[in-house]
C-alpha cells in the first residue's frame, strides 16, 4: 500500500456514475506507481467543466484555467519550470480541447513537458450537454436530439500528426492507470484520451449503446499512436536585458513652480504632428520644475493618420488618480484635435481652450485663446509652440524650464527657440 496520496479522501463532487471519478482514482494510481514523485512535485492544470472541480480533491499543486486555455497555461508553467523532478499534467474536457485546440496542437508540436488527460464525455457536461467538437456523428445531445450531424476530431491522430510521442485513447472504464502511467513517464509531451459518460446528461439520451460500441461506429481506434522520444521544449537562451528603468535618468530640479494645485491639460492634434514629443518634453521641463507629472497617449489603432492626444497631470503633490474627468486647459492645434475634443470642450464649465487660429472657435463656456501655432513654426512643431503660448497664459512654472528640456530633447538645433518664445510670450 502507498503511503504517498494525492487524492484527498473526502468523496469526490461529481455526479453518480459520472466517468470523471475514474479518471481521477486512476490518476492518482499511476502517480502513486511513479515512484519519485511526491504529491508536490505535481502541477494539475484543471480547465473549465464539471472535471475541472476535482482540483479541489487533489493534494497536488492545483491551478484552475480559462476554458480551453488550460493547455496554454500549462506550457507556460512547464517552460518556465525547467526542473526536472516536477510533472505538469492538464486535466481538461472535451469542450475545452476543442475550444482550445491549437493550444493542444501547439503543445505536442513543441514538445512541452506535460501530460494532457482528455476526459472526453462527449458532450459539454457543465453547462447540461451541449455538443462539444469530440462528439461523435449520431450521438444525441441537447442542442442535436436527432443525432450530431457531424463527424467529431479525432484528437489522438491529430496529435501524432504534430509529433507526440504519446497519443493514446482509452475507453473510460475499469483500471487504466497502466497508460496514465506510460504517459506520465513519457518524456515531453504526452496525450491520454479518456472516452467515458456523462450520465445525467450523455446516458439518458443514448442508453442503447456501450462506450465501445460508439467508439467503434466512430471509427476512431482505442490503441496508442506514437513516435520515438524527441527533445522537448527548452526555453531559448537570450541575452540578459538590462531594465527599462537603468535607461531612465533623474530629471535634476533646476527651476521652481508657481502651481498650488494640479492642472489637467488635454492636448489635441494631429498623428505625425509630434504631440507627444511636445507633450513629452513639457512633462520633463515641469518635473525640472519640481512638479509630479503622469502622461497618457491615445491615438486611433492606425498610428499615421487621425488625432493624437496626450493627457497631463501637473501636480505639486504626488498623483495618486491618473484620470481626467474634466481638464482644466484644452490645447487643440488641428482639425483632428478639434474634432477629438469638441465634446469635451462642449462640457466644459470653466478653464481654458487654446486653440490654433485657424480653427473654428468651439461652443463652450471655459475661455477660449486663439493664437497662431501652426503659421509660427509649421504643423510638426505647432503643439510645442502652443506650450510655450500655454506659459505665457498660465506660467504655471519658468518658460526657461521648457527652453531647457527642448535643448536637452531630440528636436535640440531643429527649431529655433528664441523666435517660440519671444511670439509666445508676446
Ligand atoms: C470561454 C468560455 N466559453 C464558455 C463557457 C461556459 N462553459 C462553462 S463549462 C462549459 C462546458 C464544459 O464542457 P467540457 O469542457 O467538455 O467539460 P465537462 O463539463 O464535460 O467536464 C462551458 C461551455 C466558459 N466558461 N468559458
Ligand atoms: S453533469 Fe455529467 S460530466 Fe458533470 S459531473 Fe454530472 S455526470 Fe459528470
Redesign the pocket.
Known amino acids: 500500500m502507498c503511503d504517498r496520496h494525492f487524492l484527498s479522501s473526502e468523496p469526490l463532487?461529481?455526479?453518480?456514475?459520472?466517468?470523471?471519478h475514474l479518471i481521477a482514482r486512476n490518476t492518482e494510481k499511476a502517480l502513486q506507481r511513479v515512484t519519485d514523485l511526491r504529491p508536490l512535485d505535481v502541477i494539475l492544470v484543471t480547465d473549465i467543466?464539471?472535471?475541472g472541480?476535482i482540483d479541489r480533491s487533489f493534494l497536488t499543486h492545483t491551478i484552475h484555467g480559462l476554458h480551453g486555455r488550460s493547455i496554454a497555461l500549462a506550457a507556460g508553467i512547464s517552460a518556465g519550470l525547467d526542473a526536472p523532478g516536477k510533472k505538469v499534467i492538464v486535466f481538461i474536457?472535451d469542450g475545452g480541447a476543442t475550444i482550445g485546440l491549437q493550444h493542444l496542437i501547439e503543445a505536442a508540436h513543441r514538445n512541452f513537458n506535460m501530460t494532457v488527460v482528455i476526459?472526453n464525455?462527449m458532450?459539454y457536461?457543465?453547462t447540461?450537454?451541449q455538443s462539444s467538437g469530440l462528439t461523435p456523428c449520431g450521438y444525441k445531445t441537447k442542442a442535436f436530439p436527432e443525432g450530431q450531424p457531424y463527424v467529431g476530431y479525432d484528437l489522438c491522430r491529430k496529435a501524432n500528426n504534430v509529433g507526440a510521442a504519446y497519443a493514446r485513447r482509452v475507453i473510460g472504464t475499469g483500471d487504466f492507470s497502466g497508460y496514465l502511467e506510460e504517459a506520465i513517464t513519457t518524456p515531453g509531451f504526452s496525450l491520454v484520451e479518456v472516452v467515458e459518460?456523462?450520465?445525467?446528461?450523455?446516458?439518458k439520451r443514448n442508453p442503447d449503446r456501450t462506450l465501445t460500441e460508439i467508439v467503434k461506429q466512430a471509427g476512431l481506434k482505442v490503441q496508442l499512436y506514437s513516435h520515438p522520444p524527441r527533445e522537448s521544449y527548452s526555453r531559448p537562451k537570450r541575452t540578459p536585458v538590462a531594465s527599462l528603468l537603468d535607461h531612465n535618468t533623474a530629471i535634476p530640479l533646476t527651476h521652481a513652480s508657481t502651481l498650488a494645485n494640479p492642472r489637467s491639460l488635454s492636448i489635441n492634434g494631429s498623428a505625425g504632428e509630434g504631440v507627444q514629443s511636445a507633450a513629452g518634453i513639457f512633462a520633463r521641463a515641469a518635473i525640472a520644475a519640481g512638479l509630479h507629472v503622469t502622461k497618457k497617449e491615445s491615438y486611433p489603432v492606425t498610428v499615421g493618420v487621425g488625432f493624437s492626444t496626450s493627457e497631463l497631470i501637473l501636480s505639486p503633490d504626488p498623483i495618486l488618480y491618473t484620470g481626467i474627468p474634466a481638464p482644466d486647459v484644452v490645447i487643440i492645434t488641428s482639425q483632428d484635435g478639434l474634432e477629438r475634443s469638441g465634446v469635451t470642450i462642449g462640457r466644459m464649465k470653466r478653464g481654458l481652450v487654446l486653440i490654433d487660429e485657424s480653427l473654428d472657435a468651439p461652443e463652450t463656456a471655459a475661455r477660449v485663446v486663439q493664437r497662431n501655432f501652426r503659421g509660427q513654426a509649421g504643423p510638426r512643431s505647432a503643439t510645442l509652440v502652443a506650450l510655450f503660448h500655454y506659459l505665457g497664459v498660465d506660467p504655471i512654472f519658468p518658460t526657461n524650464s521648457l527652453t531647457n528640456a527642448v535643448q536637452q530633447s531630440k528636436l535640440s538645433g531643429k527649431l529655433n527657440l528664441e523666435r517660440m518664445m519671444a511670439t509666445s510670450c508676446a
Open positions: 463532487h461529481f455526479c453518480g456514475g459520472c466517468g470523471h467543466g464539471c472535471h472541480i474536457g476526459h464525455n458532450l457536461g457543465m447540461g450537454g459518460v456523462c450520465p445525467s446528461y450523455g446516458a
